[in-house]
């Protein structure tokens, strides 16, 4: 499957944006999603993922504040980011696995090119 996400972009302390994660192929339903995120100089971090189940599981840095879904008629996942804050500046990466409970990097097979979250403060 290849991914592409966008979405991305600059906005204030405290705003939102929604990341969209487009697949490519027929068997979306059947991957469990991931949203990674990895701010400059630090280790890419895990931050939502939802399984073909529909469960989904957060960052406790992002808890209540992102949520995750997806459209499987439109093969897209999603990531709507509320309440920003500069710390979670970061280039977003969507992230497709079969793997069950999955929540590492090393764990997904595949991979969008990601989208830059500026958050001014």
């Known amino acids: 499957v290849q991914l592409q996400a966008s979405g991305g972009g600059l906005v204030q302390n405290g705003g939102s944006l929604r990341l969209s994660c487009a697949a490519s192929g027929r068997t979306f339903s059947s991957y469990h999603m991931g949203w990674f995120r990895q701010a400059p100089g630090k280790e890419r971090e895990f931050v939502a993922a939802?399984?073909?189940?529909?469960?989904?599981y957060y960052a406790d840095s992002v808890k209540g504040r992102f949520t995750i879904s997806r459209d499987n008629a439109k093969n897209t996942a999603y990531l709507q980011m509320n309440t920003l804050k500069p710390e979670d500046t970061a280039v977003y990466y969507c992230?497709?696995?079969?793997?069950?409970?999955?929540?590492?990097?090393?764990?997904?097979?595949?991979w969008g090119q990601g989208t830059l979250v500026t958050v001014s403060s």
């Open positions: 939802i399984w073909w189940t529909t469960s989904t």
């Open positions: 992230a497709a696995t079969r793997t069950i409970a999955a929540m590492l990097d090393y764990e997904h097979d595949y």
